[in-house]
Structures are given as C-alpha cells and as structure tokens.
C-alpha cells in the first residue's frame, strides 16, 4: 500500500501535486509555529532563539517531502555564472583510480566547481593553503555553489585558505552510486595537487555526508599509496559514518535527540540507499567507516553538535581513529548545535557555532602540525 501511493508521488504530476500540498500545510501550519515557539520552553531546546525553533521545523519538513517525491535535482554547473569562479574538471589519468574506484558500471566523469571567495590566481594565491570543501545532503541532495556559500566563506575566512567547493555526481541521479562520489573528489583532489608543489597546503573538508566523501578520500590515499600524495589535514563537521544503522528510520526517528535534530529517518534511508543500492555492501569501509579505523598521515579534526542525532558516531569514530598508532585526532563538540552546522549553520542559526569550530580547527592544526 506504501509502496503504491509512494509510486504515485514520484509519478511527474504527482510530484507538482504533492509540492503543492507540502507547501500548502507547511504554510498552513506556520502561523500555529510563529504562536507556539515563542516562549522559551516550548522550544525544541530552551537554549535555542526563536529563528532556530522555526528553521528546525522547516528544514525537517523540506527533507521530509524531498524524500518522499526524491527529488532529482540536475547539477547546477552554469558556468556563465561568475564564470571566472567555476572550474570545470576533466577525469585524471586512469591510473588514479583504482581499488574501489576501478568499477565495471560507474566511470570517472567530468565534474566541477566553485572557488570562493574569488577566483584562484596562480601568483597571487601562491602561497594559500587550498581547502577541498564537500557539501552534504545524504549523497542525494545538494549543490556546491549557493547551498555551500556560508560553509565556504567561513573556512575560507578562518582557515585562512582559498576554498574548492565540489559540486560531485549525486545518487539520486541513476547510475551515480557509489563509487561515483569518490570518484570526482579524487578528480578534483588531482586537479587541486596540480596547482600546487606541496600537498601539504592542502586541506579536506565536509559536513555531514561530504564529511564521509572526505574521510573515503582520505582512506583511499592510504590504500593506494604512491598515487596521491597526503593532504595536511582534514576538516570535518557531523560526518555520516553509518549508513548501515541510517537504513531504519527508527534509529533516526526514536532517536534520544530527535527533537533537537531536523534529520528525518525518511531522508537518511533514502541517501543510504541511493549511495549503495542493494546488493552492494553497505558496511564497506569506503561506505560505513565507523568501525573501520585507518592510519592517515593527516591531522584529523571532527567536530559535531551536541544536540544532533550523529553527536555520539562522530565522537565514537574520532576514538576509534585516535587508536591506530600515529593518527593525530581532535574532536569538537559545540554544545547547542544540530547537524551539519558547518554546511546549513546559516539556515539553522548557527552560524556563530560555526565559525568558532573552524577557528579551533586552525588553532589545532597549527599547534599539532609538525
Ligand atoms: C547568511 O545569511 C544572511 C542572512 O540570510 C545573509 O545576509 C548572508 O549573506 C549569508 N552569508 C553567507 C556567507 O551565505
Ligand atoms: C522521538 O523519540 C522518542 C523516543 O526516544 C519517541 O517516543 C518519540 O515519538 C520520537 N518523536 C518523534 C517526533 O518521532
Ligand atoms: C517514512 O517514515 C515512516 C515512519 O518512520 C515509515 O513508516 C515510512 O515507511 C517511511 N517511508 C519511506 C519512503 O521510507
């Protein structure tokens, strides 16, 4: 029966139609939210503002219904737009990619993306540490121009760095699974080593499903070695480590922190089956890397919100990799935050919480660095 109405909605009228009635309650429901969420207690968290309350409730709906339609959203490469500050990029050799991204079905392909907050000059940016920057969205929603704007201004600015934001294949389009993600961030990673001597100018950053691209990247520099050389860190904010426990909706919706998290158990079973359809194994290493810890030679700085259904994986994984001998680690929690603030912290009202976590993360990658 499920099955059946779902059809219906992701039929193309049934999408139009189904929009209009999710906007239509969502305004609906809006005035009885303005009223409600004023006094303090009645928040989902007394310490949130009133901004916070109502972007929660927005944000959950809106991932709700792209769920339920799964919206396909084409990748918004416009090049005639600040034409300067996009770059297309063309797959690298072969030989880069192997191992897991040597796949039968999916192939390196033509990506891109957008520097911020200008265009990169090969002489005058010389001397800039570059950050490598992946959007969330669950691999299936997400783009890294405008929907990256704050996360890349706010690395940009405090991590004293020039910012690549990738705009990498999505699952939500057919044929883009696994490993099709991965394989524009290598792409990409190449094109960035390219423009540089040292690699070690180079930072990896993520929020939440970009957060696991970064940490894929960086596991699969490891695993080949001699193919790319090691970035000098890597910048991660809520990553989704899990997608396995992500395949039932009531690890996210009976979760203890489902009230001060806007993810929906809906969306995330989605992203994870989109990413690695069946029967691909959903506790690949490359795929879940909870409980899979590695050895990198890049400083590795975890930041997650307190309030966020991700807090404790984030926290467990950054244990696990602390373990394996040689690993540089640090976690930071910001205590009120919800997922991904890095990425949405704009929209959720987290902005501050934002920029103090990625100055922390330059502090550390200074003081750690050797
Ligand atoms: C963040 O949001 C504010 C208000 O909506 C906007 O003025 C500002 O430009 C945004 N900043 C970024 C970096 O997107
Ligand atoms: C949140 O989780 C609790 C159990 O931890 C559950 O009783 C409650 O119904 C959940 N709320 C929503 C909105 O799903
Ligand atoms: C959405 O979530 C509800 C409740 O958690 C569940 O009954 C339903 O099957 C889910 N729908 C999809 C498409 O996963």
Redo the contacts with the bound molecule.
Sequence with gaps: MFETAKGMIQSRLGKVVWTIAAISITLARLPFWLVYYSPQNLRQHPKWTYLQAIMHRVLRILLYHSALMEVQLPLLWEPEIQKDRFANIEPARKDIYQGVLADSNIKPATTGGWWFPSPYSAKVDEEMRIVLYFHGGAFVVGEGRADARFAATTLAVNLKAKVFSLSYRLSSTPTCQFPAALQDAVTAYQYLVDLRTDAKQIIIAGDSAGGNLAIALLRYIEDNKGILPTPLAAVICSPWLDLASALETTNV????S??TDYLVGNFTVWGAKAYAPAPMRVDNPYISPLNHPFFTHAQLWICVGGLEILCADGVRFAENMKKVKGNKVEVHIEPYASHAFLYVGNLTGFESEAKHAIKSANEWILETHV
């Design positions: 919706d009976q979760h203890a489902n009230v």
